[in-house]
């Protein structure tokens, strides 16, 4: 058995809301194990003997059938959640700045969202520009606090070529999903 978290997108923002114990109930029918749900966001953590692409298939069509709504979720497996944790050049508590890491199940995806930022910095849409790959499924960047929505990468996300295949996490986030594990 291998362990994954899960990442759903845009569940409990805009009209589609999923109790946590809900999404536990519809992960707890699928061939997994040790389910723990974290936050009102949509994080879980698991253990299954099915593989990253085959979950995540499974998981969105199981919240499609019990809650109506086009599902998407991230999969990853637990060692690359702690090496995102662990390479994010950010720190996670700032008062003034928010650290953030958008995932993606689609690493192509994911270098046309790069390459649409590096645009928008260097035509000045996006001053700070600051931006950071972590690997083919992640990018951290941070923004000033208040301001998130606002941000080019919370921007460019929100476009419906990134909707099915990016979900943004806060740092902090991210570290109780990798504690979660334990």
Known sequence: MADFAVFLRGVNVGGITIKMAQLREVLGALPVSGVKTLLASGNAVLSTDLDAAALKDRIEEALRAAFGYDAWVIVLARQ??????????????????????????????????????????????DEDGAHVRLGPLALAWRCPKGSTLDAPLSKATAKPAFKATTTTRNLRTLEKVQAAFD
């Open 80 to 125: 690359d959640v702690e090496a995102l944790v662990r390479s994010c050049p950010y720190p996670p508590d700032n008062p003034d700045v928010h650290a953030y890491v958008t995932l993606s199940s689609d690493p192509a995806a994911l270098d046309r969202l790069v390459v649409l930022l590096d645009a928008g910095a260097s035509s000045g849409e």
